[in-house]
């Protein structure tokens, strides 16, 4: 399964952004997807997941309330909806796919190349 991510680009504080993920697996619809981001001081981090199936999400807790995934399986897409970014959230975010929405990074079988978010103040 190949993942390419965009939507990535520089923002001010409060602003937002939407984030794609597009799957080139036929049967997208049978993966969780995942959301990471990593910065070079930091390891890459969890922030979404939506389950396959039932399509049931999860958010770190330093986004919840704020960003929301959600994927449409007919485009073999996810999203990332970004609302109120801060300088705190640049990173380049990472999709990833696999059989559970997990939080763990190593659990994903599929990884896309990347989308750098920078957030100014």
């Known amino acids: 399964v190949q993942l390419q991510a965009s939507g990535g680009g520089l923002v001010r504080t409060g602003d937002s952004l939407r984030l794609s993920c597009t799957a080139s697996?036929?049967?997208?619809?049978?993966?969780?997807v995942g959301w990471f981001r990593q910065t070079p001081q930091k390891e890459r981090e969890f922030v979404a997941a939506i389950s396959r199936f039932r399509d049931i999400a999860s958010y770190d807790d330093s986004v919840k309330g704020r960003f929301t995934i959600s994927r449409d399986n007919s485009k073999k897409t996810a999203y990332l909806q970004m609302t109120s970014l801060y300088p705190e959230d640049t990173a380049k975010y990472y999709c990833?796919?696999?059989?559970?929405?997990?939080?763990?990074?190593?659990?994903?079988?599929?990884w896309g190349q990347g989308t750098q978010v920078t957030v100014s103040s």
């Open positions: 697996a036929r049967t997208f619809g049978a993966y969780a």
């Open positions: 990833a796919a696999g059989e559970m929405d997990s939080h763990i990074a190593d659990e994903y079988d599929f």
